[in-house]
């Protein structure tokens, strides 16, 4: 009992000091994967990037204690961060404290829907995904993930718009303008640096590798090279202008928004007292008030694309400040300091006596020292609300990675594992993570596979690795100042590679065409949809759903004759020669009300097409389950068949659908005599009375046939 509560107690078992230390050297060394990755990945979710330190914390050491698993690696992972930016980009503005505060709190409500499945032992509901569901969206992700970096390795800045595509063509048109070689450059250098790593020595940690070298390039060249200024320092008349026009737009934003806040609140009680007058004023005010909204939003978007375009040049002054010109209109006698400077604008005002002015590259910036508080995050209905479906996406989708690694490991490791206590894991992973200001966090495939090399023995080593982080977050975060953004990138970017799996969509074609057009449409459908990743998903689960409907309502029906082997087989398919005084009919899946009808159709028209037909033999051995409608379809064909004067009987009818016979005394109207155990049993005892005024000389049923036109 104690053990199915506190799973990690059996680890203990034959545990030894070498399990120990391997288990302690295989935590150190996810751990040295894990900090850089997990900073990438919260920028990837639109967070500040020390929130992947947070949620590397108390989520990889739970879901280690609480899983089934003992190599699988939790923390962020890239496509349950992207989802997680999806998700939260219509409430709040990216790296907004309202943002982090949904993001914790979707964390929360994904842990609990993974604990509720968990406990309730309801994990086959992942099935719903189908694997060609999650292989075209988890190729549409890579790229999407991959693209979605583009803007921090060319240094350039655009805002988000309403399709991905959309975004990076804004992406493009701005490297075209202006593109930050050294911030390429540095991303570049990571790439090969990890890449040179991966080929050269795979156990040699690229990543973090790559993280230190161009940290201490971009410390000791100066890489971040920010300074800031009153709006006086600008030379421009014009961009002065444009930034004051920024700011005029700005300001008014807010006011605008608790106005749109104050006619929701009179919307709700509007209905609550059910004023239909009330209601209809109220939605008229919200329409205006969003109206309004969208009409400065697009301003202030407009303004602030401007100013992310202006490339000023720094000159040094008698008194040591710089002064900055248009680069093309630097005045005569004056020199510039040789670097392009640009205005930081994002969705606030400006501080027109405090511009931030930024003539180098990107870098992650201060983390907060220490460890985060633990508490329970905001609870907002309303956001909630909104978030749910999401978070139900977020939690099957993590699961089905988690589990798919876990089962990949568990095949080399010959270890057992139980998909319910993996999801009892994962869930109260989250949920204590979002006490510790985590994000949603999954199984990372990467990760558990060094885990593995490093020859982990148990889920210890996740608690090692739970234990680098917090040395990191006490003492160490003052080194990770320097980490260009470009870095972080080409992490995302190195890791997304291994999620491309072209292969999988000729799989599934090959398998079922039907499964390579669900994966093929889930993945365009997710590009197209992008950034609304979920709209995607579900394209391809209804898909799915669509399929599995078709094929039960209209299951496969065999008609059996004696091939060459003396095995029976499907007639179309092999080609062979039928009985014309006996049909063999296969019926491949449940009898139940959507395809009862379609089996009655076939029999319909079988004694309406051959002429001569004595006798139905229906092998019922496909037939796994039948319900009342079923039951009732064969009763009517029964009193159909022999009113032709055709007699009709079954065979190999499993124990499940006998009781149901017997229950609806279908058995007695039939009759026990014409219910037989096996196909072979059947066609020997109705052979001869089929026959009685045979003309064949040879029936195929007896003696095996050609082929036909052989």
């Given at each position: ?18 399990s ?13 994967v ?33 899983g ?9 992972v890239?496509?349950?961060s ?36 968990g ?26 993930i ?21 975004t ?5 048109e ?8 050294p ?23 690229n ?26 320092a600008?030379?421009?008349?014009a ?7 920024f ?10 928004a ?34 309004n ?6 301003r202030a978007?407009?303004?602030?694309e401007?100013?992310r ?18 680069e ?6 004056m ?17 027109t006596?405090?511009?931030r ?24 209905i ?20 988690a589990?798919s ?12 594992l ?21 994000y ?40 990770l ?29 090959k ?13 365009v ?14 394209i ?25 082997d003396?095995?029976?087989r499907c ?15 296969r ?10 009808s ?10 309406r ?9 229906i ?27 055709i ?16 229950r ?47």
């Open positions: 009992m104690l053990a199915k509560v506190f799973p990690f107690l059996a680890w203990f078992k034959n545990y030894d000091k070498t120990l230390q391997r288990d302690a050297i295989s935590g150190l060394t996810v751990a040295l894990l900090i850089p990755q997990s900073m990438a990945y919260a920028q990837l979710a639109g967070l500040p990037a020390y929130y992947g330190l947070y949620a590397s914390f108390l989520p990889p050491m739970i879901a280690a204690l609480f089934s698993s003992r190599q699988l690696a939790t923390g962020p890239a496509v349950v992207l989802m997680t930016a999806a998700s939260l980009a219509p409430l709040a503005t990216a790296g907004s404290s309202d943002y982090i505060g949904y993001a914790i709190l979707l964390a929360l409500m994904v842990g609990a829907f993974q604990l509720t499945l406990i309730l032992r309801l994990g086959l509901v992942v099935n719903f995904l189908s694997h060609p569901v999650v292989n075209g969206f988890t190729n549409a992700a890579a790229i999407i991959a693209s979605s970096q583009l803007s921090k390795m060319f240094g350039v800045y655009v805002d988000t718009a309403p399709h991905h595509y959309e990076i063509l804004h992406v493009v701005a490297a075209s303008h202006y593109t930050h070689w911030t390429l450059l540095m991303g570049i250098f990571a790439f090969g640096i990890m890449y040179g790593l991966k080929w050269l020595s795979p156990r040699i940690p990543v973090l590798v790559a993280v230190v070298i161009t940290t201490l390039l971009s410390w000791a060249t100066g890489f971040q090279h920010d300074r800031n200024v009153s709006i006086e600008i030379e421009a008349p961009v002065r202008s444009l930034i004051e026009q700011n005029a737009v700005t300001t008014t934003l807010p006011s605008m608790e106005g749109r806040t104050q006619f929701g609140e009179a919307l709700d009680k509007a209905k609550q007292r059910h004023d239909e007058v009330g209601i209809l004023d109220a939605e008229h005010d919200m329409n205006v008030a969003n109206l909204i969208a009409r400065q939003q697009e978007h407009g303004y602030r401007q100013i375009a202006v490339l000023l040049a720094g000159v040094s002054q008698a008194d040591g400040t710089l002064a900055f010109y248009p093309d209109n630097v005045p005569a006698g020199e510039s300091d040789g670097r392009t400077w640009r205005i930081k604008v994002g969705n606030k005002p400006l501080d006596d405090n511009l002015m930024m003539g180098g590259g990107a870098v992650v910036g201060a983390i907060p020292k220490g460890l985060p508080s633990l508490d329970i995050p905001p609870i907002n309303g956001v909630m609300l909104h978030l749910l479906p999401f978070a139900a996406i977020i939690s099957l989708l993590g699961f089905m990675e589990i690694i876990a089962k990949a490991m568990a095949s080399k490791t010959g270890q057992r139980d998909p319910n206590q993996e999801l009892i894991g994962q869930g109260l992973g989250n949920i204590l993570g979002a006490i510790g200001k985590s949603p966090t999954s199984g990372s495939f990467s990760r558990s596979a060094v885990n593995l090399q490093a020859r982990a023995v148990s889920g210890l080593s996740s608690v090692f690795t739970s234990l680098a982080v917090v040395i990191v977050l006490l003492f160490f975060t003052p080194l100042y320097h980490l260009p953004q470009s870095v972080l990138a080409a992490v995302i970017m190195m890791a997304v590679i291994g999620l491309l799996n072209v292969s999988g969509f000729i799989h599934a074609w398998a079922k065409w039907y499964d390579g057009a669900i994966s093929i449409i889930s993945f459908g997710t590009m197209v949809f992008a950034p609304h990743l979920d709209k995607g998903i579900m391809g689960v209804v898909l799915s759903l669509m399929v599995f409907l078709y094929k039960s309502m209209r299951p496969k029906v065999a008609f059996l004759a004696r091939s060459e003396e095995a029976l007639v179309s398919t092999h080609g062979l020669k039928e009985c014309p005084y006996v049909t063999l009919v019926f491949d899946g449940p009898l139940f009300f959507a395809n009862a379609y089996l009655e159709d076939t029999i319909t028209e079988i004694m097409s051959k002429e001569g037909l004595n006798h139905i033999l092998a019922a051995n496909g037939i796994n389950d039948i319900d009342s409608s079923g039951e009732e379809t064969l009763s009517m064909l029964v009193d159909r068949v022999r009113s032709n004067g007699d009709i009987s079954m065979s190999g009818v499993n124990e499940s659908v006998m009781e149901v016979f017997t609806t005394h279908f058995l007695a109207k039939i009759g026990e005599d014409h219910i037989f155990p096996t196909l072979e049993k059947g066609i020997v005892t109705i052979h001869q009375s089929a026959h009685e005024q045979a003309q064949e000389a040879n029936c195929p049923l007896l003696t095996p046939c050609r082929l036909v036109g052989a």
